[in-house]
DNA sequence: ACTACATATGAGTAGCTGTTCACATATTGC
DNA sequence: GCAATATGTGAACAGCTACTCATATGTAGT
């Protein structure tokens, strides 16, 4: 067996507090909630989708509008609304060749405000 | 001035309802806004770090039980901590050789609960 | 000074994101 | 059916993210 020049530190086996860590462990968020919960977050993780939301949190828009609204091309906000969609933000109906989007529900919206709010006191 | 085979559809211009387009456009959220707000949810967006700060929620840790607790490397953590103190989510304090970190403020914990509370019943 | 340890960081890299462009789909009016 | 319109979507691509690995930095003990 060769000797190795440095073995390396391995701080998980060496360093850790016993019990803080497996109470920690143990109340540690399952990892498909992390999953959903990161998912969520990631959502409105984009400028172009914030500003999307907010003005949707308002009023129901079409998207033409939107894109209008927010200076984007419809093909760009199409994609959004895709995401938007994907993470259940957004609802919409079609109305003849026109599809209407709003915010899906005042949880979204508080959660949205909450980060804007938080924003603009610090 | 040569025949273009298909003039493009300029939705931008043709279809914009606008009174409704000049009032949302009137009360859109200004760019720096939506973009802070986006940086804040971007750094939420990942599921290590939503496990990383629901640990660091309930009590101050150091890297390398982080590290135990969410069974990433040192380094991995170290990296995510960068993320998560640029986004001014988590504080910390040097002790020695160790670095204590928990949650920046109640704000902070009450925003990741939300998103957490909101995935859950979903 | 030397070693061990805890943490931070730069380079490298595979995978992901957000846009544009071109085109597909669907609805309406002729 | 055909043309115009509103929306959706696949490909391509530049830029970004989140790891790993190696190494740097800083601290404590000998």
Redesign the interface.
Known sequence: MPIKKKERAV??V????PE??S???K???P?R???????????????T???ML??LA??E?????I????KMS?SAVSHQLRVLRGA?LVKYRKEGKRAWYSINDR??A???L???E???H?
């Open positions: 701080c998980e060496s360093c850790d507090h803080t860590v109470l920690a462990k109340e540690l968020i990892a909630q992390a999953q959903q919960a990161a998912e969520l977050f990631k959502a409105l993780g984009d400028a989708r914030v500003k907010r003005a308002k009023r828009l079409c998207v033409c509008d894109s209008a609204v927010i419809q259940r949880h979204v508080a959660l949205l909450q980060g804007i938080h924003v603009r610090a």
